[in-house]
């Protein structure tokens, strides 16, 4: 059996990947086409958040298939539906957090000087840590993080 952490800590690596390279992209598009810098950091927020979610979820199904899939090899939406709003609902007061705090740096950081790719990575540099250190513990707590033989025993 894989190792349930390492495969959680895999999935959130390429999400995060996949959310910085988003936001510093973004951050350069609206730079080109807009001088609102609130704009510009809202933005590269939005989508930053959006394609690190976009990615993890499938990531996630896919590696843990011996919890989400009957026998019949269905999947079980609702079973996965239900863990990612538990996950969700867990990191609420973090996701508030973010989203509205990290605009508001990359924006100090724009008008600052610093270019909009850096300021989306900077703004990252700060929030990402707190984000991925509470991951794992919530995840682990709500149950995103288990064996199918845990599965097993809660459904007994």
Known sequence: ???KYISFAKNMGIAAITGLVAGAGTAELFNLITDDKTMTAIASTISEYTAAYSVFLPLHARDNMDIYRTEEGKFRWG????DQIKLAGGFVLLDIAYLTGRPLLAKEFLDSGVGSSQASLYADAIFYPVLIAAVFPIAKITGNIRSKEKNLEDKV
Not at 79 to 82: C, D, N
Request: hydrophobic residues 45%; proline residues 0%; positive net charge.
């Open 1 to 3: 059996m894989k190792n």
């Open 79 to 82: 079973e996965f539906i239900k």
